[in-house]
């Protein structure tokens, strides 16, 4: 496994983010073809908007940390630099992370978040998930990231938004 980092996704890798992004929609609280944005703020209520291919329209502009196996994506992080998170903290700010689902548990979120230290360092990394998403939450208190705010119910009843920082806050 290798990660590449660009500045702008690939044209010729695009397919196999979409279809990743496709296969994993439900994964996400809420579904991702359910947002109009990567980092809108309403999470719930969220009805079908533009679908993942919306979705993926406006990520494809972000910079991306790509999980290749030999020429094959197999997970991705991507994210907005410089980001203001409610005005108060800023740095760079991960918006979608995403692996395929029969590689899951191989380190490849890990990688994907060791890469992107490396690229921003010494900026603060910002990330939001949701409470139920026990994986990606355990993962990143491993990695050291901190609750930096708790939205409850924001995503529905007993599903919290929970915004994390790594660095400098």
Known sequence: ????????LDDALAPEV??????????FVPPLS???????TALTGLTAS???QGYFDELRG???VLALDGDHVIGFLSFIPGYSLHGEVRGDY???VCT?????????ATALYGRLEELTRPHTLLIRTWSTNE?????????GFVLVERVIDDRGPGVDTLYLAKGEV
């Not at 979409?18 to 994964?27: F, G, N, T, W, Y």
């Not at 359910?34 to 809108?40: D, I, P």
């Not at 395929?100 to 490849?108: A, K, V």
């Not at 994986?135 to 990695?143: A, D, E, I, K, S």
Request: hydrophobic share 35%.
């Open 94 to 96: 991960v918006t979608t």
């Open 62 to 64: 972000q910079p991306f």
């Open 135 to 143: 994986g990606q939450v355990c993962l990143l208190g491993r990695l």
């Open 1 to 8: 496994m290798r990660m590449v980092f660009q500045e702008r």
């Open 34 to 40: 359910a947002r109009s944005s990567t980092h809108q």
């Open 100 to 108: 395929l689902p029969e590689r899951r548990g191989e380190g490849i």
């Open 50 to 52: 533009g679908g993942v």
């Open 18 to 27: 979409l279809r990743i992004l496709e296969r994993c929609d439900a994964d």
